[in-house]
């Protein structure tokens, strides 16, 4: 059964998948980030109303203030939210200090096995201690960093030639780390139409997560690694190694030649703007973005197409995506339980992608039809066989605000040298891992 058979198949499923557990109608708040797969999630969890009897609330929260808002919530312990989905990077402090439910015991009685799951979405947004069958999330939304640039351009003859002549190579999609840069360069400063352009749109945010996810979606395909020997916090000779000082010298590099002017503060929405409005050749961001970008009347359709982030020394990927979790302050578990049955379903997995969220479903990733369901299908399959992702430890946040000040520091601000500023940043994690007492 392909996927959008699945999909249609839903509403049987539905029906016969039975709500009997909860006989009173609980109002659920579902927290998340505001974005467009939120808006998908909304349209497509009118079904489990219906189907259920309870009601869906959704508290949304704009990405730049997502995780301080959350993160206070649940160290708090309020109340708000019944069902989370939050960053892979959380399941540490979730599982560790109490704010997620383990959900072993209900998989087991709801008939959910995680082995239903892309392997690399159940590794990073359910489980802990990592790689353990100890899980505190469902897979919700797979998401990796990719790239798209303006296939128009690309396909012009007059560009091409002018590539041709400058480069010695062909304008394609780009094979390695060195080439998106080359690219990038012979677009800098370029007239198309009478309007200046740049190369691309990458990440240089400084506040949340930006430059984090920007850097790494460039040092994992060099080779970077966060430790030694996985669980041993061994970072010396892994975080600034040779491979991990030439990449992070490579996205300085970037920046500092083929972006758009003062663009020193910028993630997911400066990304978007800048593609939208003719202003970059090629952007970074998340796959998420991406129905959204291809249905955009201006740059989408036959305008854009999409790529995997270009291996170097080897194939990789910054991770994004989320797991949805049920709360364990609040006082509704049982109807929280139920969403999360009814959201493992394969059929609802399967409008799941169809209204632009990103299933981690092996029913609809394996379906025959899923690759050429739409345009960055088969990107977005090979980007999930290549994620790295941050730690996730309950100290990520005060592990992430060290590496966005270190990076942010050499990139941006133009302070030291890419390997003062990788050692500094193991001196940062040293200290917070040993006031965790893990060293």
């Not at 020997?229 to 490579?250: H, I, Q, R, W």
């Amino acid at each position: 059964m392909t996927y959008s058979r699945l999909a249609k198949a839903g509403a049987v499923a539905l029906v016969t998948s039975g709500f009997a557990s909860s006989a009173i109608a609980d109002d659920l708040t579902l927290c998340w980030a505001a974005w467009d797969p939120a808006n998908a999630l909304v349209e497509l969890s009118k079904e489990f109303e219906s189907q259920s009897g309870h009601n869906m609330s959704f508290e949304f929260v704009p990405w730049p203030n997502f995780a301080d808002r959350m993160l206070n919530e649940l160290n708090s312990g309020g109340k708000l939210c019944d069902l989370m989905i939050g960053d892979s990077q959380w399941i540490g402090g979730g599982a560790e200090n109490g704010h997620y439910v383990k959900l072993n015991d209900f998989f087991d009685s709801s008939g959910i096995s995680m082995d239903d799951f892309a392997p690399a979405t159940v590794y990073a947004y359910s489980t802990w201690p990592k790689g353990t069958p100890n899980y505190y999330a469902l897979p919700a939304m797979g998401d990796a960093n990719g790239w798209f640039y303006r296939k128009d351009w690309f396909n012009r003859a007059d560009i091409k030639a002018a590539y041709k002549s400058a480069t010695g190579q062909d304008l394609r999609e780009p094979q390695s780390q060195k080439e998106l840069l080359q690219i990038a360069q012979f677009f800098q400063g370029r007239e198309i139409d009478g309007k200046t352009v740049y190369g691309a749109a990458i990440f240089t945010e400084r506040g949340s997560e930006g430059i984090t996810m920007g850097v790494t979606s460039a040092m994992y395909p060099w080779g970077f690694k966060y430790e030694n020997t996985p669980g041993k916090y061994d970072m010396d000779g892994a975080v600034n190694s040779a491979a991990a000082v030439e990449a992070l010298e490579f996205y300085k590099e970037f920046y500092q030649t083929a972006t758009p002017p003062g663009y020193t503060n910028a993630y997911m929405g400066e990304s978007l703007d800048a593609f939208k409005s003719g202003q970059v050749a090629m952007a970074m961001n998340w796959f998420a973005f991406f129905p959204g970008l291809y249905a955009d009347p201006n740059t989408g359709g036959d305008k854009i197409e999409f790529f995997v982030n270009p291996p170097q020394n080897q194939a990789g990927s910054t991770l994004g995506g989320q797991g949805i979790s049920v709360v364990a302050y609040s006082e509704k578990q049982d109807a929280a339980l139920e969403y999360i049955k009814w959201f493992s379903d394969p059929a609802v997995q399967a409008k799941w992608w169809e209204l632009g969220g990103y299933s981690a479903h092996n029913s609809v990733l394996q379906d025959p039809g899923f690759v050429k369901s739409q345009p960055f299908a088969a990107d977005f399959l090979e980007a999930m066989d290549g994620v790295q992702d941050f730690w996730q430890e309950p100290a990520y946040a005060e592990l992430l605000l060290a590496m966005q000040k270190r990076v942010h520091d050499y990139v941006v601000a133009d302070k030291g040298t890419a390997k003062e500023a990788l050692d500094k940043l193991i001196e940062d994690w040293t200290e917070v891992f040993e006031d965790e007492g893990k060293l």
